[in-house]
């Protein structure tokens, strides 16, 4: 069959996502990547801690998802012929949900069951599965569950692509991906591109996440003998395969969760293969500008099992394989001004000699160096992305639409083939960049935007002695601008003029977040306080107070706040979670316990990655009440030994 593009609906089971937070994410989540040291080589350059960020500001988070499955129509992209069918999922990133091997039938990705969400991405609300495009700032990016411009075009030879685009906030640049297959093409491709529009050096980041079967006996190969990876709070560098006497490329094997980023040689073809225990699987293959390979495994402790199951409904296990621009993800890495990156990444299936399995680690990625060298596909792949270029800058009919604050850039360099969509809020700011005049909505309603950031926080301040000066909402805005610089005393000067002006609860949570970033504990629990006063019904304000209170351990509010709370917002697992918390640790071991174990268990939908305090606060209150060491219960261990 020519290949097709086709734009349908599946039935998928999938919980709700919620809103986004009604405050903007200023204290920041715990990345894990944030917190390593280095023990590393004068040569290695994998820019430790480069564009590392404290949070995803000007994103806000979704923390108000639940687990509850149900019925729902999702949009999906189908990308068809003869060898391959490729599913993506146009309005949770672009992900590419599915990727059949049609000559046997088998699915080369883990596909989820569902779309369970979880607190693992930089904007809280994450899903297990597929092919996620991670750009921006280390972790699973701002756009893993929005929607992406999703819209199609073709190739010089009228192959139809599948393109999906959108403007990314943080290092404010334009990216797109471009699939597309062959007639006789075996290989899906991907052509991505960034352009650095700025006059500035800018951190970048990009990893291609690919979740795959974890395979009994399955194998990763990829042409490497060394890897980065934590070792006791340190980064350092080993020989693989075996490391502390466990071969790590035998993935099942591995004990604890735990990243391997594989150090190919520059003059190695950069691929990486997931085989079952035939030699049959996934070949993921690029040109050099996706220079890092990566190997990421849940292990295998208790905490690491219930994660797995945490993620899904009935769908098993899975690992991940990863491709990035970087040899790691411990920094990202710079990017000259006026700049666009171009690459091309092939997705498709591969099978190894008989009795794979038999060879040596560095035997099964000779063989597969050798297949890859011996077809020429590292010289096809560059001359594929050089011969699409002009297809890359082709404008597209836009089927969906993504955010509108790609329209408020100046995308000269793009050649104005990419078309974002403004809506009304970001109208009204437009407004305010050309006038220096910013509306001022009544103090009750939740913030519109979040758009000032440390390039435009001037031009915001030299209005606040003129048309702005008596506009609550442009001290508020200018407030949390400052927390971009890292200047928080300037942030309290602007957000208590705003709180004189018109109290607003975001302006008391702004105040409480520079004072817990400052080390204020005090003024942090009086201007929550105040906050809650005003906005105690959203259930993202509440989570975000709480988790206030409880940085500066104030127990007795935390208990007091909860029990005015409304019955639904009681139910919250987080909140919950705080409030039992703040029992134990005001001498209520017992009730503490009663609640923690009432309907078989505090489940929190949104514990973070890596997080221990649901397993550390059952095993403190059964120290207190019993004197001993108990076992900790499945249901609490999220400990998966990072």
């Known amino acids: 069959m020519k290949p097709e593009l086709r734009f349908e609906t599946k039935k998928m089971m999938s919980s709700d996502l919620g809103p986004q937070a009604c405050v903007p994410d200023l204290i920041g989540e715990h990345i894990l990547q944030n917190d390593t040291k280095f023990d590393l080589g004068e040569h290695d350059e994998i820019y430790e801690g480069f564009g590392r960020k404290r949070s995803a500001y000007p994103y806000r988070q979704y923390n108000s998802y639940t687990r509850e499955l149900k019925e729902k129509d999702i949009k999906i992209a189908v990308l068809e012929n003869d060898y391959l069918k490729a599913v993506f999922l146009p309005e949770y990133g672009g992900r590419l949900w599915e990727l059949w091997d049609k000559t046997t039938g088998k699915n080369l990705l883990y596909t989820n069951d569902v779309l369970r969400f979880s607190n693992l991405a930089v904007r809280n609300a994450w899903f297990s599965g597929g092919v996620e495009w991670n750009i921006g700032i280390i972790g699973h990016h701002a756009f893993t569950t929005q929607p992406m411009y999703t819209a199609e075009t073709e190739t010089e030879d009228g192959l139809p692509v599948l393109r999906f685009y959108e403007y990314e906030r943080i290092r404010q640049v334009p990216y797109q991906i471009d699939f597309w297959l062959e007639e006789d093409g075996r290989f899906l491709n991907c052509r991505m591109r960034i352009v650095n529009e700025s006059s500035e050096v800018i951190p970048m980041y990009w990893w291609s996440n690919m979740a795959v079967p974890e395979y009994e006996n399955g194998r990763v190969v990829v042409p490497a003998e060394q890897a980065f990876t934590g070792r006791k709070g340190m980064i350092v560098k080993v020989d693989i395969p075996m490391v502390d006497g466990v071969e790590v490329t035998d993935y099942k094997k591995i004990p604890n969760s735990v990243d391997y980023f594989f150090a190919i040689q520059e003059e190695k073809p950069k691929f990486i293969a997931n085989l079952d225990q035939d030699g049959y699987g996934l070949l993921q293959i690029s040109t050099k500008r996706l220079q890092g390979r990566k190997l990421f495994s849940w292990g295998k402790r208790p905490g690491s099992d219930h994660w797995q199951e945490f993620l899904t409904d009935k769908a098993g296990r899975y690992v991940e394989i990863q491709a990035g621009l970087g040899k790691t993800q411990y920094g990202c890495i710079p990017m000259a001004p006026h700049t666009s990156w171009e690459w091309l990444e092939q997705y498709g299936a591969v099978q190894a000699t008989p009795g794979h399995l038999d060879k040596t680690h560095k035997e099964r990625a000779d063989e597969l160096t050798s297949y890859v060298l011996e077809a020429g596909i590292p010289g096809k792949l560059e001359e594929k992305l050089k011969a699409t270029a002009s297809m890359a800058k082709k404008e597209a009919k836009v089927v969906i639409t993504g955010s509108g604050y790609g329209s408020m850039k100046d995308h000269s360099r793009l050649e104005g083939h990419l078309k974002y969509e403004t809506t009304e809020s970001l109208k009204k700011w437009e407004k305010f960049f050309e006038t220096g005049l910013l509306h001022e909505p009544a103090p009750e309603e939740i913030p519109d935007e979040f758009l000032i950031n440390e390039d435009n926080l001037d031009f915001l301040l030299a209005t606040l002695d003129k048309q702005n000066k008596d506009n609550w909402y442009a001290h508020y805005q200018a407030g949390v601008g400052y927390f971009t610089r890292e200047d928080y005393t300037s942030a309290e000067k ?56 409880s940085y500066c351990k104030a127990w007795e509010e935390i208990i007091r706040w909860y029990e005015a709370f409304d019955e639904e917002e009681k139910k919250a697992g987080k909140l919950r979670y705080y409030y039992i918390s703040a029992l134990y640790h005001t001498g209520k071991a017992k009730e503490a316990l009663e609640l923690l174990e009432e309907n078989g268990g505090l489940e929190i939908p949104d514990i973070r990655e890596g997080e221990d305090s649901i397993a550390q606060l059952y095993l403190d209150i059964q120290k207190t009440l019993t004197g001993k060491d108990v076992p900790l219960p499945f249901k609490y261990d999220f400990r998966a030994g990072f």
């Open 494 to 549: 602007e957000l208590k003029t705003s709180w004189y002006l018109r109290k607003s609860a975001w302006a008391a949570h702004a105040l409480a977040s520079a004072a817990v970033l400052s080390g204020h504990d005090t003024e942090t629990v009086q201007w929550i306080g105040e906050g809650l006063k005003l906005e105690h019904k959203n259930l993202s304000y509440l989570k975000d107070a709480l988790k206030l209170l």
